[in-house]
Protein backbone atom coordinates (compact mmCIF):
# COMPACT_ATOMS: atom_id res chain seq x y z
CA UNK A 1 0.00 0.00 0.00
CA UNK A 2 2.64 2.05 1.01
CA UNK A 3 4.29 1.80 -2.52
CA UNK A 4 1.82 2.19 -4.34
CA UNK A 5 0.14 5.38 -2.70
CA UNK A 6 3.65 7.32 -2.12
CA UNK A 7 5.10 7.21 -5.67
CA UNK A 8 4.40 10.91 -5.99
CA UNK A 9 1.00 11.64 -7.71
CA UNK A 10 -1.29 8.40 -6.51
CA UNK A 11 -5.20 9.47 -7.60
CA UNK A 12 -6.91 8.39 -4.49
CA UNK A 13 -10.90 9.75 -4.19
CA UNK A 14 -10.72 12.37 -1.75
CA UNK A 15 -7.91 13.63 -0.22
CA UNK A 16 -5.13 11.22 -1.43
CA UNK A 17 -4.15 13.10 -4.31
CA UNK A 18 -3.15 16.22 -2.40
CA UNK A 19 0.79 17.08 -2.07
CA UNK A 20 0.35 17.25 1.74
CA UNK A 21 -1.24 13.82 1.91
CA UNK A 22 0.99 12.28 -0.02
CA UNK A 23 4.49 13.84 2.18
CA UNK A 24 2.05 12.66 5.16
CA UNK A 25 1.67 8.92 4.06
CA UNK A 26 5.75 8.77 3.07
CA UNK A 27 6.21 9.53 6.85
CA UNK A 28 3.55 7.34 7.99
CA UNK A 29 4.05 4.68 5.79
CA UNK A 30 0.60 3.12 6.32
CA UNK A 31 0.57 -1.05 6.15
CA UNK A 32 -3.22 -1.69 6.39
CA UNK A 33 -6.18 -0.31 5.36
CA UNK A 34 -6.51 0.57 9.48
CA UNK A 35 -4.14 3.42 8.72
CA UNK A 36 -5.54 4.85 5.81
CA UNK A 37 -9.00 5.21 7.29
CA UNK A 38 -6.94 6.81 10.24
CA UNK A 39 -4.65 9.19 7.80
CA UNK A 40 -7.95 10.23 6.45
CA UNK A 41 -9.59 11.33 9.85
CA UNK A 42 -5.80 13.08 10.64
CA UNK A 43 -4.99 14.76 7.62
CA UNK A 44 -7.58 18.09 8.59
CA UNK A 45 -6.32 21.45 9.90
CA UNK A 46 -8.16 20.48 13.72
CA UNK A 47 -5.68 17.55 13.88
CA UNK A 48 -2.88 18.95 12.40
CA UNK A 49 -2.92 21.90 13.72
CA UNK A 50 -3.14 20.00 17.26
CA UNK A 51 -0.49 17.58 17.14
CA UNK A 52 -2.56 14.83 17.01
CA UNK A 53 -1.24 13.43 13.94
CA UNK A 54 2.91 13.64 15.33
CA UNK A 55 1.71 11.66 18.49
CA UNK A 56 0.10 8.79 16.38
CA UNK A 57 2.87 8.73 13.64
CA UNK A 58 5.60 8.37 16.61
CA UNK A 59 3.29 6.12 18.23
CA UNK A 60 2.61 4.25 15.31
CA UNK A 61 6.91 3.96 15.07
CA UNK A 62 7.37 3.55 18.23
CA UNK A 63 4.89 1.23 20.67
CA UNK A 64 7.08 2.13 23.76
CA UNK A 65 5.05 5.64 23.40
CA UNK A 66 1.54 4.41 23.80
CA UNK A 67 -0.07 4.63 27.00
CA UNK A 68 -3.12 4.20 28.51
CA UNK A 69 -4.41 6.37 31.81
CA UNK A 70 -6.85 3.61 32.50
CA UNK A 71 -7.10 0.12 31.50
CA UNK A 72 -10.55 0.70 30.37
CA UNK A 73 -9.12 2.94 27.68
CA UNK A 74 -7.06 0.60 25.64
CA UNK A 75 -10.14 -1.21 24.12
CA UNK A 76 -11.29 1.56 22.75
CA UNK A 77 -7.72 3.00 21.84
CA UNK A 78 -5.76 0.56 20.70
CA UNK A 79 -6.10 0.99 17.28
CA UNK A 80 -4.97 4.12 16.93
CA UNK A 81 -2.53 4.07 19.59
CA UNK A 82 -3.55 5.53 22.38
CA UNK A 83 -4.94 8.61 20.00
CA UNK A 84 -8.58 9.93 20.24
CA UNK A 85 -9.75 10.12 16.92
CA UNK A 86 -13.43 8.74 15.98
CA UNK A 87 -16.07 9.96 17.54
CA UNK A 88 -17.67 6.17 17.95
CA UNK A 89 -14.60 5.52 20.33
CA UNK A 90 -15.84 8.68 22.81
CA UNK A 91 -19.14 6.85 22.84
CA UNK A 92 -17.45 3.63 23.65
CA UNK A 93 -14.98 5.04 26.14
CA UNK A 94 -17.64 6.89 28.15
CA UNK A 95 -20.02 3.78 28.31
CA UNK A 96 -16.98 1.35 29.25
CA UNK A 97 -15.41 4.36 32.03
CA UNK A 98 -19.10 5.61 33.17
CA UNK A 99 -21.55 3.51 32.09
CA UNK A 100 -23.56 5.21 29.77
CA UNK A 101 -26.21 3.45 27.47
CA UNK A 102 -25.91 4.00 23.99
CA UNK A 103 -28.95 6.43 23.89
CA UNK A 104 -26.47 9.20 25.93
CA UNK A 105 -23.24 8.23 24.29
CA UNK A 106 -25.08 9.21 21.20
CA UNK A 107 -26.45 12.50 22.76
CA UNK A 108 -22.80 13.28 23.79
CA UNK A 109 -21.53 12.49 20.39
CA UNK A 110 -23.78 15.00 18.67
CA UNK A 111 -23.13 18.08 21.62
CA UNK A 112 -19.39 17.06 20.98
CA UNK A 113 -19.96 17.96 17.09
CA UNK A 114 -22.43 20.93 18.09
CA UNK A 115 -19.66 22.79 20.49
CA UNK A 116 -22.96 23.41 22.83
CA UNK A 117 -20.79 24.51 26.14
CA UNK A 118 -24.10 23.76 28.52
CA UNK A 119 -24.65 20.47 27.35
CA UNK A 120 -20.96 19.73 27.24
CA UNK A 121 -21.28 20.83 31.41
CA UNK A 122 -24.13 18.63 32.27
CA UNK A 123 -22.81 15.63 30.29
CA UNK A 124 -19.24 16.45 31.72
CA UNK A 125 -20.81 15.71 35.48
CA UNK A 126 -22.67 12.73 34.27
CA UNK A 127 -19.72 11.39 33.45
CA UNK A 128 -17.52 12.55 36.05
CA UNK A 129 -20.41 10.89 38.56
CA UNK A 130 -20.95 7.19 36.54
CA UNK A 131 -17.06 7.30 36.14
CA UNK A 132 -16.31 7.44 40.06
CA UNK A 133 -19.46 4.71 40.90
CA UNK A 134 -17.77 2.60 38.33
CA UNK A 135 -14.29 2.36 40.85
CA UNK A 136 -12.56 5.42 38.37
CA UNK A 137 -10.02 8.03 40.63
CA UNK A 138 -11.91 10.81 40.30
CA UNK A 139 -8.67 12.51 39.21
CA UNK A 140 -8.44 9.97 36.27
CA UNK A 141 -12.08 10.75 35.28
CA UNK A 142 -11.15 14.42 34.87
CA UNK A 143 -8.33 13.96 33.53
CA UNK A 144 -10.02 11.56 30.50
CA UNK A 145 -13.18 14.65 30.12
CA UNK A 146 -9.92 16.84 29.67
CA UNK A 147 -9.41 14.62 26.60
CA UNK A 148 -12.88 14.28 25.02
CA UNK A 149 -13.34 17.74 25.56
CA UNK A 150 -10.59 19.08 23.85
CA UNK A 151 -11.14 15.74 20.82
CA UNK A 152 -14.55 17.84 20.58
CA UNK A 153 -12.97 20.38 17.82
CA UNK A 154 -11.40 17.57 15.90
CA UNK A 155 -13.03 14.32 16.40
CA UNK A 156 -14.24 12.29 12.82
CA UNK A 157 -16.86 10.09 12.07
CA UNK A 158 -15.29 6.44 11.51
CA UNK A 159 -18.28 5.20 9.11
CA UNK A 160 -17.20 7.95 7.09
CA UNK A 161 -13.44 7.85 6.78
CA UNK A 162 -13.52 4.17 6.54
CA UNK A 163 -15.77 4.15 3.01
CA UNK A 164 -13.27 7.15 1.98
CA UNK A 165 -10.42 5.01 2.73
CA UNK A 166 -11.86 2.07 1.11
CA UNK A 167 -12.42 3.77 -1.95
CA UNK A 168 -8.76 5.60 -2.37
CA UNK A 169 -7.71 2.24 -1.50
CA UNK A 170 -9.22 0.47 -4.70
CA UNK A 171 -8.51 3.47 -6.84
CA UNK A 172 -4.58 3.62 -6.11
CA UNK A 173 -5.25 -0.37 -6.57
CA UNK A 174 -6.24 0.05 -10.15
CA UNK A 175 -3.95 3.23 -10.98
CA UNK A 176 -1.36 0.40 -10.01
CA UNK A 177 -2.75 -2.47 -11.80
CA UNK A 178 -4.22 -0.96 -14.84
CA UNK A 179 -3.10 2.49 -15.28
CA UNK A 180 -4.30 2.84 -18.92
CA UNK A 181 -7.71 2.19 -18.41
CA UNK A 182 -7.48 4.05 -14.97
CA UNK A 183 -6.82 6.85 -16.41
CA UNK A 184 -9.05 6.69 -19.39
CA UNK A 185 -12.24 6.44 -16.96
CA UNK A 186 -10.76 9.51 -15.31
CA UNK A 187 -10.41 11.49 -18.29
CA UNK A 188 -13.67 10.32 -19.44
CA UNK A 189 -15.25 10.79 -16.03
CA UNK A 190 -14.15 15.08 -16.61
CA UNK A 191 -14.45 15.32 -19.95
CA UNK A 192 -16.42 19.07 -19.39
CA UNK A 193 -13.79 19.98 -17.35
CA UNK A 194 -10.81 21.44 -19.07
CA UNK A 195 -8.69 22.16 -15.93
CA UNK A 196 -8.96 18.36 -14.71
CA UNK A 197 -8.63 17.18 -18.18
CA UNK A 198 -5.11 19.26 -18.46
CA UNK A 199 -3.83 17.78 -15.16
CA UNK A 200 -4.67 14.11 -15.75
CA UNK A 201 -2.63 14.35 -19.01
CA UNK A 202 0.11 15.48 -17.01
CA UNK A 203 0.12 13.00 -15.26
CA UNK A 204 -0.30 10.57 -17.65
CA UNK A 205 2.67 11.83 -19.22
CA UNK A 206 4.23 10.93 -15.95
CA UNK A 207 3.68 8.08 -16.04
CA UNK A 208 4.52 7.25 -19.41
CA UNK A 209 0.79 6.63 -20.57
CA UNK A 210 0.83 8.76 -24.10
CA UNK A 211 -2.45 10.49 -24.91
CA UNK A 212 -2.55 10.51 -28.42
CA UNK A 213 -5.31 13.43 -30.10
CA UNK A 214 -8.39 12.03 -31.89
CA UNK A 215 -8.22 10.08 -34.74
CA UNK A 216 -11.36 9.20 -37.09
CA UNK A 217 -10.16 5.32 -37.29
CA UNK A 218 -9.53 4.65 -33.54
CA UNK A 219 -11.60 7.47 -31.61
CA UNK A 220 -14.84 6.75 -30.28
CA UNK A 221 -17.33 9.39 -28.66
CA UNK A 222 -15.00 9.06 -25.18
CA UNK A 223 -11.62 8.39 -24.46
CA UNK A 224 -10.94 5.05 -25.09
CA UNK A 225 -7.68 2.38 -24.37
CA UNK A 226 -5.59 1.90 -27.59
CA UNK A 227 -3.01 -0.97 -26.47
CA UNK A 228 -0.68 1.54 -23.80
CA UNK A 229 -2.08 4.53 -25.04
CA UNK A 230 -5.66 6.86 -24.40
CA UNK A 231 -7.15 7.97 -27.47
CA UNK A 232 -8.93 10.88 -27.46
CA UNK A 233 -12.86 10.93 -27.91
CA UNK A 234 -14.58 12.45 -30.79
CA UNK A 235 -17.12 14.61 -28.56
CA UNK A 236 -13.81 16.54 -26.89
CA UNK A 237 -13.70 18.34 -30.67
CA UNK A 238 -16.07 21.73 -30.75
CA UNK A 239 -18.22 21.54 -33.87
CA UNK A 240 -18.22 17.96 -33.93
CA UNK A 241 -21.72 17.12 -32.85
CA UNK A 242 -23.53 13.96 -31.66
CA UNK A 243 -24.99 13.16 -35.18
CA UNK A 244 -21.32 13.34 -36.91
CA UNK A 245 -19.94 11.15 -34.61
CA UNK A 246 -22.58 7.96 -35.28
CA UNK A 247 -21.93 8.77 -38.78
CA UNK A 248 -18.07 8.42 -38.50
CA UNK A 249 -18.40 5.45 -36.07
CA UNK A 250 -21.42 3.82 -37.99
CA UNK A 251 -19.51 3.64 -41.23
CA UNK A 252 -16.14 2.23 -39.98
CA UNK A 253 -18.18 -0.16 -38.06
CA UNK A 254 -19.73 -1.34 -41.22
CA UNK A 255 -17.27 -0.98 -43.86
CA UNK A 256 -13.79 -0.98 -42.01
CA UNK A 257 -11.08 1.35 -41.09
CA UNK A 258 -10.72 4.79 -43.84
CA UNK A 259 -8.04 3.81 -46.23
CA UNK A 260 -7.58 7.83 -46.36
CA UNK A 261 -8.90 11.52 -46.56
CA UNK A 262 -10.87 11.20 -49.89
CA UNK A 263 -12.27 8.14 -49.21
CA UNK A 264 -13.67 9.60 -45.76
CA UNK A 265 -15.51 12.08 -47.41
CA UNK A 266 -17.25 9.73 -49.66
CA UNK A 267 -18.07 7.20 -47.43
CA UNK A 268 -19.54 9.79 -44.59
CA UNK A 269 -22.68 11.25 -44.45
CA UNK A 270 -21.86 14.83 -45.73
CA UNK A 271 -25.02 16.21 -44.64
CA UNK A 272 -24.32 15.72 -41.01
CA UNK A 273 -20.57 15.75 -41.48
CA UNK A 274 -20.14 19.31 -43.35
CA UNK A 275 -17.51 21.56 -44.11
CA UNK A 276 -17.13 22.53 -40.52
CA UNK A 277 -16.70 19.29 -39.24
CA UNK A 278 -14.32 18.59 -41.36
CA UNK A 279 -12.14 21.79 -40.57
CA UNK A 280 -12.26 20.87 -37.01
CA UNK A 281 -11.02 16.97 -37.39
CA UNK A 282 -8.39 18.74 -39.25
CA UNK A 283 -7.09 21.29 -37.10
CA UNK A 284 -7.27 19.16 -34.46
CA UNK A 285 -5.38 16.43 -36.13
CA UNK A 286 -7.83 13.68 -36.26
CA UNK A 287 -6.49 13.15 -39.95
CA UNK A 288 -2.41 12.80 -38.99
CA UNK A 289 -2.71 9.41 -39.09
CA UNK A 290 -2.39 9.32 -43.20
CA UNK A 291 0.85 11.50 -42.68
CA UNK A 292 -0.29 14.49 -44.34
CA UNK A 293 0.48 17.81 -43.27
CA UNK A 294 -2.39 19.65 -41.88
CA UNK A 295 -2.19 22.50 -44.41
CA UNK A 296 -2.02 20.35 -47.35
CA UNK A 297 -5.85 19.09 -45.93
CA UNK A 298 -7.07 22.39 -45.60
CA UNK A 299 -6.35 22.81 -49.12
CA UNK A 300 -7.71 20.07 -50.70
CA UNK A 301 -11.12 20.38 -48.37
CA UNK A 302 -13.29 22.12 -50.83
CA UNK A 303 -12.50 19.92 -53.52
CA UNK A 304 -13.05 16.76 -51.76
CA UNK A 305 -16.41 17.74 -50.64
CA UNK A 306 -17.36 18.84 -53.91
CA UNK A 307 -16.38 15.29 -54.90
CA UNK A 308 -17.12 13.43 -52.31
CA UNK A 309 -21.27 15.32 -52.37
CA UNK A 310 -21.35 14.59 -56.22
CA UNK A 311 -20.74 10.72 -55.28
CA UNK A 312 -23.26 10.67 -52.66
CA UNK A 313 -26.03 12.47 -54.57
CA UNK A 314 -25.33 9.55 -57.62
CA UNK A 315 -25.30 7.31 -55.67
CA UNK A 316 -29.32 8.32 -53.87
CA UNK A 317 -30.30 8.44 -57.20
CA UNK A 318 -29.26 5.01 -57.84
CA UNK A 319 -26.48 5.77 -60.54
CA UNK A 320 -23.33 4.20 -59.69
CA UNK A 321 -19.73 5.67 -61.54
CA UNK A 322 -17.27 4.01 -63.19
CA UNK A 323 -14.91 3.44 -60.41
CA UNK A 324 -17.81 2.03 -58.43
CA UNK A 325 -19.04 -0.27 -61.89
CA UNK A 326 -17.29 -3.62 -59.77
CA UNK A 327 -19.45 -3.55 -56.76
CA UNK A 328 -16.48 -3.51 -54.31
CA UNK A 329 -16.48 -1.07 -50.77
CA UNK A 330 -12.12 -0.72 -52.38
CA UNK A 331 -13.23 1.02 -55.24
CA UNK A 332 -13.28 4.87 -54.79
CA UNK A 333 -12.16 8.31 -56.26
CA UNK A 334 -8.83 8.31 -55.25
CA UNK A 335 -7.71 11.96 -55.61
CA UNK A 336 -4.36 11.96 -54.07
CA UNK A 337 -2.44 13.19 -56.87
CA UNK A 338 -4.37 16.60 -55.90
CA UNK A 339 -2.78 17.05 -52.32
CA UNK A 340 -0.20 20.23 -53.18
CA UNK A 341 3.24 20.22 -51.77
CA UNK A 342 3.34 22.33 -49.27
CA UNK A 343 4.83 23.01 -45.96
CA UNK A 344 2.83 22.62 -42.82
CA UNK A 345 1.05 25.04 -40.85
CA UNK A 346 4.11 26.38 -37.92
CA UNK A 347 3.81 24.30 -34.66
CA UNK A 348 2.64 27.69 -32.74
CA UNK A 349 -0.70 27.64 -34.80
CA UNK A 350 -0.98 24.09 -35.01
CA UNK A 351 -1.15 24.06 -31.18
CA UNK A 352 -3.50 27.51 -31.57
CA UNK A 353 -5.67 25.20 -33.40
CA UNK A 354 -6.09 21.98 -30.70
CA UNK A 355 -6.34 24.58 -27.72
CA UNK A 356 -9.17 26.05 -29.83
CA UNK A 357 -10.99 23.17 -30.79
CA UNK A 358 -10.55 20.82 -27.90
CA UNK A 359 -9.70 23.39 -25.33
CA UNK A 360 -5.99 22.40 -24.52
CA UNK A 361 -3.08 20.92 -25.95
CA UNK A 362 -2.78 17.03 -26.76
CA UNK A 363 0.24 16.46 -29.55
CA UNK A 364 2.57 18.77 -27.29
CA UNK A 365 2.58 21.88 -25.09
CA UNK A 366 4.35 25.25 -25.23
CA UNK A 367 5.55 24.42 -21.78
CA UNK A 368 7.21 21.02 -22.57
CA UNK A 369 10.55 23.10 -23.40
CA UNK A 370 10.22 24.68 -20.15
CA UNK A 371 9.40 21.99 -17.66
CA UNK A 372 12.75 21.91 -15.61
CA UNK A 373 11.85 25.62 -15.25
CA UNK A 374 9.03 25.09 -14.02
CA UNK A 375 10.04 22.02 -11.87
CA UNK A 376 13.04 24.00 -9.95
CA UNK A 377 12.07 27.70 -9.92
CA UNK A 378 8.18 27.63 -9.78
CA UNK A 379 7.00 27.35 -5.96
CA UNK A 380 3.35 26.49 -6.87
CA UNK A 381 0.69 25.54 -9.84
CA UNK A 382 -2.67 25.47 -10.75
CA UNK A 383 -3.05 22.41 -8.97
CA UNK A 384 -1.57 22.98 -5.53
CA UNK A 385 -2.34 27.08 -5.31
CA UNK A 386 -5.23 25.95 -3.05
CA UNK A 387 -2.68 24.84 -0.68
CA UNK A 388 -1.46 28.20 0.13
CA UNK A 389 -2.28 30.33 2.65
CA UNK A 390 -3.79 33.88 2.24
CA UNK A 391 -1.18 36.49 1.52
CA UNK A 392 1.73 33.78 1.21
CA UNK A 393 3.96 34.33 -1.69
CA UNK A 394 3.78 31.85 -4.91
CA UNK A 395 5.91 32.03 -7.94
CA UNK A 396 4.18 29.89 -10.85
CA UNK A 397 4.99 29.96 -14.42
CA UNK A 398 2.89 29.35 -17.72
CA UNK A 399 1.50 30.59 -20.90
CA UNK A 400 -1.16 33.36 -21.04
CA UNK A 401 -4.11 31.87 -22.04
CA UNK A 402 -6.99 35.12 -21.59
CA UNK A 403 -6.14 38.62 -21.03
CA UNK A 404 -8.48 41.47 -20.27
CA UNK A 405 -7.15 44.43 -19.56
CA UNK A 406 -9.14 47.16 -17.85
CA UNK A 407 -8.80 51.02 -16.85
CA UNK A 408 -9.25 52.17 -13.47
CA UNK A 409 -10.98 55.03 -11.83
CA UNK A 410 -8.11 56.63 -11.75
CA UNK A 411 -7.84 56.21 -15.45
CA UNK A 412 -4.60 53.63 -15.03
CA UNK A 413 -4.49 50.39 -17.23
CA UNK A 414 -4.55 47.23 -15.27
CA UNK A 415 -5.04 43.17 -16.21
CA UNK A 416 -6.50 40.09 -15.52
CA UNK A 417 -4.68 37.38 -17.40
CA UNK A 418 -6.07 33.32 -17.32
CA UNK A 419 -2.77 32.00 -16.82
CA UNK A 420 -2.49 27.83 -17.97
CA UNK A 421 0.24 25.49 -16.24
CA UNK A 422 0.38 21.51 -17.10
CA UNK A 423 -1.68 21.30 -14.33
CA UNK A 424 -4.89 23.68 -15.36
CA UNK A 425 -4.94 27.42 -14.60
CA UNK A 426 -5.81 30.23 -12.49
CA UNK A 427 -6.19 33.88 -12.59
CA UNK A 428 -3.60 36.68 -12.17
CA UNK A 429 -4.31 40.00 -11.46
CA UNK A 430 -2.24 42.85 -12.67
CA UNK A 431 -2.28 46.44 -10.63
CA UNK A 432 -1.07 49.28 -12.84
CA UNK A 433 2.43 49.70 -10.79
CA UNK A 434 2.69 46.47 -11.81
CA UNK A 435 1.06 46.33 -15.61
CA UNK A 436 3.42 49.81 -16.72
CA UNK A 437 6.23 47.73 -16.45
CA UNK A 438 5.76 44.51 -18.07
CA UNK A 439 3.11 45.90 -20.51
CA UNK A 440 4.77 44.16 -23.63
CA UNK A 441 4.41 41.05 -21.91
CA UNK A 442 0.49 41.35 -21.59
CA UNK A 443 -0.17 39.24 -24.86
CA UNK A 444 -1.77 35.72 -25.38
CA UNK A 445 -0.04 33.27 -25.76
CA UNK A 446 3.17 34.99 -23.83
CA UNK A 447 5.06 32.92 -21.75
CA UNK A 448 5.59 33.95 -18.57
CA UNK A 449 6.97 33.80 -15.46
CA UNK A 450 4.77 35.60 -12.06
CA UNK A 451 5.81 35.91 -8.82
CA UNK A 452 3.30 37.64 -6.12
CA UNK A 453 0.76 37.53 -3.53
CA UNK A 454 -1.68 34.55 -3.09
CA UNK A 455 -5.52 35.74 -2.87
CA UNK A 456 -7.23 32.52 -1.01
CA UNK A 457 -10.50 34.52 0.24
CA UNK A 458 -12.39 32.91 -2.86
CA UNK A 459 -12.87 28.75 -3.59
CA UNK A 460 -10.53 29.37 -6.44
CA UNK A 461 -7.52 31.45 -5.35
CA UNK A 462 -5.32 33.71 -7.65
CA UNK A 463 -2.29 35.34 -7.40
CA UNK A 464 -1.46 39.20 -7.31
CA UNK A 465 1.36 39.76 -9.08
CA UNK A 466 4.11 41.57 -7.97
CA UNK A 467 6.68 40.47 -10.85
CA UNK A 468 6.24 39.20 -14.55
CA UNK A 469 9.22 38.05 -16.22
CA UNK A 470 9.64 36.02 -19.61
CA UNK A 471 9.55 32.48 -18.56
CA UNK A 472 13.19 31.79 -20.71
CA UNK A 473 14.57 34.26 -18.49
CA UNK A 474 13.85 32.92 -15.15
CA UNK A 475 17.37 31.26 -14.70
CA UNK A 476 19.19 34.69 -15.15
CA UNK A 477 17.56 36.16 -12.60
CA UNK A 478 16.04 34.28 -9.93
CA UNK A 479 19.62 31.20 -9.39
CA UNK A 480 20.52 32.55 -5.80
CA UNK A 481 19.54 29.62 -3.16
CA UNK A 482 18.14 25.86 -2.58
CA UNK A 483 14.68 26.07 -0.58
CA UNK A 484 13.69 22.94 1.31
CA UNK A 485 10.49 23.03 2.43
CA UNK A 486 9.35 20.41 4.81
CA UNK A 487 6.26 20.12 7.21
CA UNK A 488 6.62 19.54 10.51
CA UNK A 489 3.71 16.86 11.07
CA UNK A 490 5.40 13.19 10.99
CA UNK A 491 9.08 14.43 10.45
CA UNK A 492 11.60 11.64 11.63
CA UNK A 493 14.96 13.43 12.93
CA UNK A 494 16.42 11.12 10.45
CA UNK A 495 15.26 12.93 7.24
CA UNK A 496 17.27 15.43 8.61
CA UNK A 497 20.36 13.94 9.00
CA UNK A 498 19.71 12.13 5.30
CA UNK A 499 19.41 15.41 3.38
CA UNK A 500 22.56 16.08 5.07
CA UNK A 501 24.23 13.84 3.61
CA UNK A 502 23.13 14.26 0.15
CA UNK A 503 24.10 17.82 0.67
CA UNK A 504 27.45 16.97 1.51
CA UNK A 505 27.90 14.98 -1.38
CA UNK A 506 26.80 18.15 -4.28
CA UNK A 507 28.81 20.47 -2.42
CA UNK A 508 29.34 24.08 -4.24
CA UNK A 509 28.76 27.67 -3.89
CA UNK A 510 25.05 28.28 -3.68
CA UNK A 511 23.30 28.46 -0.41
CA UNK A 512 20.84 26.13 0.99
CA UNK A 513 17.80 26.75 3.66
CA UNK A 514 15.60 24.95 4.93
CA UNK A 515 11.83 25.82 5.45
CA UNK A 516 9.93 23.83 8.25
CA UNK A 517 6.05 24.45 8.18
CA UNK A 518 4.43 24.13 11.21
CA UNK A 519 0.06 22.57 10.68
CA UNK A 520 -0.91 25.69 11.62
CA UNK A 521 1.08 27.50 8.41
CA UNK A 522 3.90 28.83 10.67
CA UNK A 523 7.09 28.78 9.11
CA UNK A 524 10.70 28.69 10.20
CA UNK A 525 14.04 29.11 7.83
CA UNK A 526 16.75 27.05 8.98
CA UNK A 527 20.32 28.29 7.47
CA UNK A 528 22.10 25.19 6.70
CA UNK A 529 25.34 27.21 7.25
CA UNK A 530 28.44 28.00 4.93
CA UNK A 531 29.50 24.68 5.04
CA UNK A 532 26.29 23.01 3.40
CA UNK A 533 26.67 25.20 -0.33
CA UNK A 534 25.90 23.50 -3.10
CA UNK A 535 26.52 23.04 -6.70
CA UNK A 536 22.37 22.96 -8.24
CA UNK A 537 21.69 19.90 -10.85
CA UNK A 538 19.48 17.47 -12.09
CA UNK A 539 21.15 15.23 -9.56
CA UNK A 540 21.15 16.82 -7.08
CA UNK A 541 17.16 17.78 -7.38
CA UNK A 542 16.33 14.15 -8.01
CA UNK A 543 17.55 12.95 -4.70
CA UNK A 544 16.07 15.21 -2.45
CA UNK A 545 13.02 14.55 -3.92
CA UNK A 546 13.15 11.06 -3.78
CA UNK A 547 13.62 11.39 -0.15
CA UNK A 548 11.36 14.19 0.82
CA UNK A 549 8.69 14.37 -2.36
CA UNK A 550 7.74 15.85 -5.56
CA UNK A 551 8.10 19.76 -5.36
CA UNK A 552 9.99 19.88 -2.19
CA UNK A 553 12.97 21.27 -3.61
CA UNK A 554 13.32 24.83 -5.28
CA UNK A 555 15.37 27.70 -6.70
CA UNK A 556 14.35 30.47 -4.67
CA UNK A 557 15.63 34.84 -5.10
Known sequence: T??????????????????????????????????????????????LGSGMVDDFVKRMRDPRLIKYDHPELEPSLKETYGVILYQEQVMRIVSDLAGFTLAQADSLRRAIGKKIPEVMAK????????????????????????QIDYFSGYGFNKSHSTAYAAVSYQTAYLKAHYPVEFM????????????????YIEACKKMGIEVLPPAVNESYNEFTCVGKHIRFGLAAIKNVGGVAIESIIASRTKDGPFKNFFEFVQRVDLRVCNRKVLESLIKCGAFDEWNLHRSQLMAVLDGALEMGSSLQKDRNRGQMSFFESDGTRDAFHDESGTIPDIPEWPENQCLAYERELIGFYVSSHPLSKHTKILKNYASATSATLP?????????????????????????????FLTLQDLSGSCEVVVFPSVYKEVVSLMQKDQLVFVRGKVDARDDNPKILADEIVPLDEVPKRFPRMVAINLKTAGLSPDTLKDIRKILLRHKGSVPVYISLSDPKGRRTILDSGDNLKVETSDALFEELEQLLGEN????RS
Open 2 to 47: YEMLSKGDAFGVFQLESSGMRDLLKKMKPEKIDHLVALLALYRPGP
Open 123 to 146: EKKSFIDGATKRGVKEKIAEKVWE
Open 184 to 199: TALLTSEMNNTDKIVQ
Open 387 to 415: EFSHQAEATMGGIIDQLKEILTKKGDKMA
Open 552 to 555: SVKI
